[in-house]
């Protein structure tokens, strides 16, 4: 039975007006305004930290030559969750919150990874090796115009020399 979304996402505003009548009145009004900017103070540096976390790994499965499609799918995610904590209400914080939890968001994964086709090609990252001799091969890319084998003395693109 599929479950359709968009009456939910209307009624989302509803939703989080009548939450904020029912914590207002238990806790008063400045408290639960002070909770909704904590809440957004709190999705920020969530947002931040785990979203450098997932760039480094994203990064990394590149350098090894892989599809990071599950780091790409977690940093979707974690965008998604700060988003959510972000927009004031308790509903979209609890939400927000849940998606920033590591082992929920592998269950996000699964659930719909089977449904995401992540095609690439391979990566590849390069860098420089030493020669034999210990130093670096520098690798210049240059025009046409802008290298000649006569020596013009005025070019910036001279080997240095030994």
């Not at 130093?135 to 013009?152: C, H, M, P, V, Y």
Request: aromatic share 8%.
């Amino acid at each position: 039975m599929r479950l359709p979304i968009l009456p939910l996402i209307l009624l989302l505003p509803f939703a989080e007006i009548a939450g904020f009548v029912i914590v207002g009145r238990e806790i008063g009004v400045l408290p639960t305004l002070g909770l909704i900017v904590l809440s957004s103070a709190v999705g920020f540096t969530l947002l931040r930290i785990q979203g450098l976390d997932i760039l480094g790994r994203i990064r990394h499965e590149m350098e090894r030559g892989n599809v990071p499609g599950r780091e790409m799918t977690h940093g979707v995610m974690i965008v998604l969750a700060g988003f959510l904590l972000m927009l004031p209400g308790f509903i979209t914080d609890i939400l927000g919150l849940l998606l920033f939890i590591p082992w929920i968001r592998d269950r996000v994964w699964s659930l719909a990874g089977r449904k995401i086709v992540v095609s690439g090609t391979s990566f590849r990252t390069y860098r420089q090796k030493p020669d034999g001799d210990g130093r670096t091969e520098k690798t210049i890319d240059l025009d046409a115009d802008d290298f000649t084998r006569s020596g013009n003395k005025d070019t910036p693109w001279r080997l240095p020399r030994e």
